[in-house]
């Protein structure tokens, strides 16, 4: 014989059971995002210098200044710097000689967001790709206004200097997109610098 009471107590079971099966999948749910956001680590920049500015002038006169910017944000600026330590032909500098250059700057005259510099090194992979086009004669007795990016070679401990663009007697430019924007955005610092 069937009861409403075996009924309602197996309805009451049954919804019991639906509830208790969604509680566990959410609470699964959430555990896994809470998983997913702790093994993701966030964007590091795992070498001591990213950027540079370098003007040179030899026209009218030695001009030589500029800044390099740490993976901590710091501009440190330099002028007419004794005995400078340029990149070799292949645009390669040890890190302890760029270490030796940064020493020979005069001070840290800006500094940036840590994380719009995190946003702009990211794009130096892409930007480290790119085409050099050959130097287009554009002005006289100007010189050189140079913006790089730096890629950093853990297990030689070498720096690679990219060209991101150059601008003064002869016009220099790196193809992609990602140079492009960088170099503007070095140039809007090096405005606010100035």
């Avoid at 969604?22 to 950027?51: D, G, W």
């Avoid at 710097?81 to 390669?92: A, E, H, N, R, T």
């Avoid at 990016?149 to 720096?159: N, V």
């Amino acid at each position: 014989m069937f009861s409403y009471f075996y009924f309602f107590e197996l309805v009451k079971t049954y919804d019991m059971k639906i509830i208790l099966n969604v509680v566990a999948i959410v609470l699964v749910i959430f555990s896994l995002q809470a998983c997913e956001k702790e093994t993701i680590e966030p964007f590091e920049i795992k070498q001591k210098i990213v950027f540079e500015f370098e003007r040179i002038n030899q026209a009218w006169g030695e001009v030589h200044f500029g800044w390099l910017i740490d993976s901590l944000g710091n501009i440190h600026c330099y002028n007419l710097p004794d005995q400078w330590i340029v990149c070799d032909s292949l645009g390669s500098i040890s890190a302890s000689d760029l270490k030796t250059n940064l020493n020979k700057t005069d001070s840290i005259c800006y500094v940036i967001d840590k994380s719009e510099l995190k946003s702009k090194f990211s794009l130096m992979e892409n930007a480290s790709k790119g085409l050099i086009s050959d130097p287009k004669f554009d002005m006289i007795d100007t010189g050189s206004f140079s913006f790089y990016g730096f890629i950093f070679d853990s297990e030689k401990q070498l720096y690679k200097r990219v060209l991101l663009k150059q601008f003064g007697d002869f016009i220099v430019e790196n193809n992609t997109v990602e140079a492009n924007e960088l170099s503007n955005w070095l140039l809007d610092i090096q405005h606010k610098i100035k």
